[in-house]
């Protein structure tokens, strides 16, 4: 039986990772993918804990489903920010000082926000490959302060490390403490030592490289198997050098995964330059960012700058605006349509998805 967390229902330990497993090995034989599997864990947690008394859980319920569009519905809807030509973040703008497009033809905004405020769900994932070695400290210090200033009592968050193995370090909680717990056992080649269970029975599988970083892999686990089934705000941060190396899915197969799960994606280019930090994956991180709505931020291994990243990051989140719109083209044929908010200012700059899957649920 599954369990419920803060109004939301959340599979349990051994069957997430029974589904983590075999989703990625069958999208691993579709693309006749060969070599060694990396092992996927699910490490010992403290169940997340509902902050919402019992007698405001039957309000917060009614809240969600007046902020949410039922699935019945077939509205797309879209979370963006909206910027200056200096970067900076513009606020107070209505419905009518935007246009958008589906496939190059104008669609009628149904819904807007000014400035959303709906629960977020956040996912972590942080490389834990030898190109981190000296920087992981400041991640583990900087992000659970991060976490402690983002969360609020209707979000959650949930936590994933990687290199030759992806493991599932925290699942969905909104207590910063366990997250923090979580960040501080993460290891550099070793994922976590906290021990937990590696699950059916198996040890870890060796791999012929241990150097690999199952990056593309790591998001596409994410949102495939965490996120996609969320509702409401959903964004990703993950902290890399932006290269890959070992894993069995594609950077296409990531963002199409990221996409479909309707994620903001934000990558933090992390390393230690002196080390491993070569920069080949910037091209496929920048993709990723900018088809999800998200961005690139290149903080080398400075912590003053990883902490600026941070700031940017939550006052993006806390800043979305919010609107949505009925498609004319109105066929759920699974089909890539292609999204442009077009501001009527022409100094503005929109940071948003460039597109959505056409799927039933949309």
Request: proline letters at 4%.
């Given at each position: 039986?599954g ?62 489903s007046?902020?949410t ?37 104008p ?98 599988v060796?791999?012929a ?8 892999d ?30 069995r ?19 933090i ?23 999800t ?12 700058k990883?902490r600026?990243?941070?700031d ?5 989140l ?20 292609k ?17 959505y899957y ?5």
């Open positions: 039986m369990l419920q967390y803060n109004g939301r229902i959340r599979e349990e330990e051994g069957t997430l990772l029974s589904r983590f497993r075999s989703r990625l090995l069958a999208a691993a034989l579709i693309l006749c993918a060969t070599g060694l599997w990396a092992q996927y864990t699910v490490h010992d947690q403290e169940p997340p804990h509902s902050s919402v008394p019992p007698s405001q859980q039957n309000q917060q319920a009614e809240d969600e007046v902020q569009f039922k699935a019945q519905v077939n509205v797309v809807n879209l979370f963006f920010n909206v910027k200056d030509k200096h970067g900076m973040l513009i606020p107070g703008l209505t419905k009518d000082d935007f246009e958008v497009y589906e496939d190059g033809k669609q009628t905004i149904k819904y807007f926000a000014g400035e959303s405020d709906q629960p977020l769900t956040l996912g972590i994932l942080i490389d834990t490959s030898p190109s981190q070695t000296r920087v992981l400290t400041i991640e583990q210090e900087d992000g659970s302060q991060f976490l402690q200033n983002v969360l609020r009592p209707k979000d959650l968050a949930f936590l994933i490390n990687f290199d030759s193995d992806i493991d599932l370090d925290q699942d969905y909680t909104n207590n910063a403490g366990s997250l923090k717990r979580a960040l501080y056992k993460l290891e550099i080649g070793g994922g976590s030592a906290g021990g937990g269970p590696v699950g059916l029975g198996g040890g870890p060796p791999t490289n241990p150097r690999s970083t199952a990056l593309y790591a998001i596409f686990l994410a949102a495939d198997e965490k996120l996609k089934n969320e509702v409401g705000r959903k964004a990703m941060i993950v902290f890399t050098d932006g290269e890959d190396q070992g894993s899915l594609r950077i296409r197969d990531a963002i199409e995964a990221a996409q479909k799960a309707d994620t903001i994606c934000y990558v280019l992390i390393a230690d330059r002196g080390g491993w930090y070569q920069g080949f994956g910037l091209g496929d991180m920048k993709k990723l960012a900018e088809e709505g998200g961005r690139v931020i290149d903080v080398g291994n400075n912590q003053q990883l600026q990243a941070f940017q990051i939550q006052q993006e806390r800043s979305q605006y919010n609107l949505g719109y009925t498609p004319t083209n109105n066929k759920l044929d699974g089909s890539y349509r999204i442009q908010i077009k501001p009527k200012n022409g100094d503005y700059r929109i940071q948003a998805r460039q597109g056409a799927r039933a649920g949309e």
